[in-house]
């Protein structure tokens, strides 16, 4: 009798390809499907003539792909988040015992992920993966939560694909329960977007106000790669600037409009939820809203800007300070909400562990978060904030933002990153004043200095 094969990849998208290659790769058996609708109907053919080797086996048919796979069997999804997702396993599920394992390798939302781990009668893991196509193919990071008994059922598979550390341990870690990997790849595409964001608001003013050209600010950011902005997306960042077309720089021939497909909305939704300040990944996620806006004018041109007063190296000095300021509060702020959800499910999550997970293989691995990982022992402590933003790191952030707001130059996550710091060290915040309009208009009730915790009223509590 032939072997059956160890696992099924449900969709052959970029991903997907490459998760199946990567598998191969490690010597098993591996079956792929496709969909089967208008314009994909060629897919698994291209793929097993094209990339695929021969211990990659293809189907057309969702039954014979199922059976085709070895008991427990396992199916990884990877298509795009979303109703399509309920798609597949409905597909699939017909020919699935209540011991085989569906692992959801997309970027579901978390809490979809919740829902179908209780709905589906099979045992359902949520697989985060990061690194985009070059990591699916290479070693991603691979955050996962769910059955556990399909992880250690799965787990030696996962670390053999996974993306690996110094000392060869693999970036692939259960998180928990139900939706907890899907919630940690959630915190990483929050963070993601900060930091994207952040390198984007120091091209803006290298560009304006000490008009530099795209090369000039490719070498800055690789120069600054080599430093403690060490970074994949620093990298990127670099080597996208020098990307041509035939009118030239690419980058000056693409609209600035950025979209998204959905993990940093999740992200505000569930900090929001949570009570959790993570404003400079927030504002990240506006500041894509704001490109796409259609209320955008344009008042200001690039020959509007005036030249900094600073010479080009202090104004360099004072960017890089202020990407890695924005680096440090994104994390501190993911690593906030990750605390607070994991109480909140009782995950039980080790912050170690998702430090651990984003040491290689994923978008943002860094070294600035390696160092701050070593400030998570056991627990997030605003310590972290206080060493590593030094009064020169703060003032230059400072300084950026000043430069940028004479001149009409946006800086929505390096402002939100000094006001979170600000309001963080501040001895006092206005809140007292809201507490009394509050009850002024709304008999909300407040509470005075020395009896914390007991909420006091204009008419009665005066004299206490
Ligand atoms: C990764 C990325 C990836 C994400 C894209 C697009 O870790 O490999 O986070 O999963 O889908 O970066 O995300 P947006 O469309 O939301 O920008």
């Given at each position: ?5 160890k ?33 994909e ?36 999804i ?11 396993i409905?597909?699939i ?33 949520g ?74 608001e120091?091209y ?8 530099m050209?795209?090369n ?15 970074s ?38 569930c900090?929001?939820?949570y ?62 909400l990750v ?60 300084k ?11 800086m ?7 006001n ?18 509050r ?18 009223h ?7």
């Open positions: 009798m032939q072997n059956k094969n696992i099924g990849i449900y969709g052959l998208g970029a991903m997907g390809r490459n998760i199946a290659l990567n598998i191969a790769d490690k010597g098993f058996l591996v079956s792929v499907y496709n969909r089967n609708i208008e314009g109907f060629h897919i698994v053919e291209d793929f097993l003539s094209t990339e695929a080797p021969s211990n990659v086996q293809g189907f057309n048919n969702v039954k014979e792909f199922v059976l085709s796979l070895e008991q427990p069997r396992k199916v990884l990877m298509i795009t988040s979303g109703s399509a997702v309920d798609e597949a409905c597909q599920m017909p020919y699935m015992d209540s011991n085989d394992i569906i692992i959801d390798g997309g970027n579901s939302n978390y809490l979809d992920t919740k829902v179908r781990v209780e709905k589906y009668d099979v045992r359902y893991l697989c985060g993966i990061s690194g985009g196509w070059y990591g699916a193919l290479n070693g991603p990071s691979m955050m996962i939560g769910g059955s556990n008994s399909a992880w250690n059922e799965t787990r030696y598979l996962f670390q053999l694909i996974a993306s690996k550390r110094n000392n060869q341990s693999s970036c692939c870690h259960w998180f928990g329960e139900n939706g907890a990997g899907h919630f940690i790849k959630m915190i990483h595409n929050g963070i993601e977007y900060a930091m994207m964001q952040s390198i984007a120091s803006d003013v290298l560009r304006k106000i000490a008009s050209s795209n000039d600010i490719s070498s800055v950011f690789e120069e600054w790669n080599n430093k403690e902005l060490n994949y997306l620093m990298k990127v960042s670099s080597e996208v600037l020098l990307i041509k077309d035939k009118s030239g720089c690419l980058i000056d021939n693409v609209i600035d409009r950025s979209s998204q497909k959905g993990t940093g909305i999740d992200f505000a939704i900090a929001l939820k009570g959790v300040p993570a404003p400079t990944i927030i504002e990240s996620i506006n500041a894509r809203f704001v490109s796409s806006s259609e209320y955008r004018i344009n008042t200001f041109s690039m020959n509007s800007y005036k030249e900094a007063h600073q010479s080009p190296n202090v104004l360099l000095e004072v960017l890089f300070d202020s990407v890695y300021c924005s680096y440090v509060i994104a994390f501190f702020q993911g690593m906030d605390q607070k959800v994991s109480d909140d499910q009782s995950w039980n999550i080790d912050l170690m562990d998702v430090a651990a997970v984003w040491e290689e293989g994923c978008i943002i691995k860094s070294e600035i978060f390696k160092d701050l990982a070593k400030y998570l022992e056991s627990k997030l402590s605003v310590q972290m904030l206080l060493e590593k933003l030094t009064k020169s790191k703060v003032e230059n952030l400072s950026a933002i000043g430069i940028g707001m004479e001149n009409g130059v946006p929505p996550v390096f402002s939100s990153s000094l979170y710091y600000y309001s963080t060290c501040s001895n006092k915040l206005p809140a007292n004043l809201i507490q009394l309009q009850e002024y208009f709304g008999s909300h009730g407040f509470e005075k200095i020395e009896a914390p915790g007991r909420i006091c204009f008419g009665v509590d005066l004299d206490i």
